[in-house]
């Protein structure tokens, strides 16, 4: 089996960057606020950062790119993952997707006109397009890491038989696959341990897909690890009360903080998952630091604590 590739423990998902998504230009306060954001993920050890060209409907990787403008040296310390694929809704249109070869190309070549930048490090194909044909999609994404356009690729919300139908025509490995993980999403575990029981059925979650990744190398990232806070200050439920006292009590017992116990909880996994955290605030920012430092210091049990109190269930 192989292991994922582990450069980058954490990485700093900018789709809050930009400013609000219905303005139709971004202001120098956004500028700056991208500023602060990526100087905490800096100075917390996080040298990733996560877009997607539909992020604030393009201007995330605007502010970004003016942050680069602003410190010509950055570029090279940090590696940059984009997503294309998504359309979003406009006037009396609904959102669609769109993985058509030229597409996928315009859309790179767009977004490193805004990222300001001459190369992606990872392209992620953001979600999967029922009429794409991977025969296409793959000659699109061989002229791009031909022309030094990007470096690697992934995908993202893929499952396991979506990976091989492309990989199958693509002769650059998958490196990525992006899906919401947490431990207030836990179907992609739950799918591994519900087998025979009659509760497989609903779990939902694509079978294998985490085997697959695992067996090939591809790196899991989790977005949304931190659950909006369900467990780090926002708790509804009687569960994410209980998983919340249990964090914070294991926070303390480590000397760390109550994110950084939901990040490793994540990231003791074997698939050595790497989280993609979506806060925009330098002080949340810089209380995951342990989580891309530091080694998850979580035993066995504690990892199951975790779980079991999460789920509200015993395990089957």
């Not at 905490?40 to 950062?49: H, K, N, P, Q, Y």
Request: include cysteine; proline fraction near 7%.
């Amino acid at each position: 089996m192989t292991t994922p590739p582990t450069t980058n423990r954490l990485v700093l998902g900018c789709m809050g960057l930009g400013g609000p998504w219905d303005a139709e230009s971004y202001a120098a306060a956004d500028v700056e606020a991208a500023e602060r954001a990526v100087e905490a993920a800096l100075d917390s050890g996080v040298t990733a950062f996560d877009h997607a060209d539909i992020y604030g409907r393009g201007k995330a990787e605007a502010v970004f790119g003016e942050v680069l403008t602003r410190h010509p040296s950055l570029r090279a310390r940090i590696d940059i993952q984009t997503k294309c694929g998504i359309v979003l809704a406009r006037d009396d249109r609904p959102g669609l997707y769109d993985l058509r070869g030229p597409s996928i190309v315009r859309r790179v070549e767009e977004s490193l006109i805004r990222l300001r930048t001459d190369v992606l490090d990872t392209l992620l194909l953001h979600r999967p397009d029922p009429l794409a044909d991977p025969e296409d999609v793959a000659n699109a994404l061989h002229s791009l890491h031909e022309q030094g356009l990007v470096r690697r690729f992934g995908v993202s919300n893929m499952s396991a038989p979506q990976i091989a139908r492309l990989q199958a025509h693509l002769s650059l490995p998958l490196a990525v696959d992006q899906l919401e993980m947490s431990l207030a999403r836990r179907d992609w575990l739950e799918d591994g341990v519900l087998v025979n029981t009659p509760a497989s059925a609903a779990n939902g979650f694509p079978g294998g897909t985490v085997e697959h990744c695992l067996a090939h190398g591809i790196t899991l990232q989790a977005w949304a690890p931190l659950a909006q806070g369900r467990f780090t200050g926002r708790q509804e439920t009687k569960e994410e009360h209980a998983t919340a006292d249990l964090v914070a009590r294991l926070a303390e017992a480590k000397d760390t903080t109550p994110e950084t116990i939901v990040l490793w909880w994540l990231q003791h996994h074997p698939a050595r998952v790497v989280p993609v955290i979506g806060t925009t605030s330098p002080t949340r920012i810089r209380s995951c630091a342990d989580a891309a430092t530091a080694d998850p210091r979580l035993t066995h049990e504690e990892w199951y604590d975790l779980w079991i109190t999460a789920r509200g269930l015993p395990l089957p």
